[in-house]
T-cell receptor, first 111, second 113 residues
């Protein structure tokens, strides 16, 4: 099974905030990432957080990191229909810095 | 500037045939990664190249899979004797020196009939 876990689905109304959660297992992870994937497209980097940070804000995006609980979240403020996509969290592992991904959370934004 | 590019965008092949997938990383990026995205397995790491070092092949699922990177730039992922379970989206990513953020290409959608 996956070592990085996410809930499968989230539905919100346009204008509301969305919170997508992720748990990971490797306490030695240095960076944690959020990627967005729209239908038929590749992975678009949204944001990342270094492991010595608790929070990072980037315009409508806020990333919270709880290292004790190995919990990562992505908050999207004022969610728009264009935010509808699958969101993947990922952690860096190993000397090769390969990414280990969660299963993805499908965000649906209703007008 | 130009991002990571991959070709072909889509590939349909018959079981047992060989396929080659190509990745052009961002210019100047020394690290290159291949991942696979399939319905059953999600996103999985396949192989990693960093400069002139020996590649990390720990994610390759079988010896039918191989990859090379010529001149430290373009990479080709080869799947020999394709099977139906090889059907997936193959994603390539690159990063500046292997320690930084990975940027992904649009992927190659492979369908094995």
């Amino acid at each position: 099974g996956e070592d990085v876990e996410q809930s499968l689905f989230l539905s919100v109304r346009e204008g509301d905030s969305s919170v997508i959660n992720c748990t990971y297992t490797d306490s030695s992870s240095t960076y944690l990432y959020w990627y967005k994937q729209e239908p038929g497209a590749g992975l678009q980097l949204l944001t990342y957080i270094f492991s010595n940070m608790d929070m990072k804000q980037d315009q409508r995006l806020t990333v919270l990191l709880n290292k004790k609980d190995k919990h990562l979240s992505l908050r999207i403020a004022d969610t728009q229909t264009g935010d509808s996509a699958i969101y993947f969290c990922a952690e860096i592992r190993g000397a090769g810095n390969m990414l280990t991904f969660g299963g993805g959370t499908r965000l649906m934004v209703k007008p | 500037g130009a991002g990571v590019s991959q070709s072909p965008s889509n590939k349909v092949t018959e079981k047992g045939k060989d396929v080659e997938l190509r990745c052009d990383p961002i210019s100047g990026h020394t690290a290159l990664y291949w991942y696979r995205q399939s319905l059953g397995q999600g996103l999985e790491f396949l192989i990693y190249f960093q400069g002139n070092s020996a590649p990390d092949k720990s994610g390759l699922p079988s010896d039918r899979f191989s990859a090379e990177r010529t001149g430290g730039s373009v990479s080709t992922l080869t799947i020999q004797r394709t099977q139906q379970e090889d059907s997936a989206v193959y994603l390539c990513a690159s990063s500046l020196q292997g320690q930084e953020t990975q940027y992904f290409g649009p992927g190659t959608r492979l369908l094995v009939l």
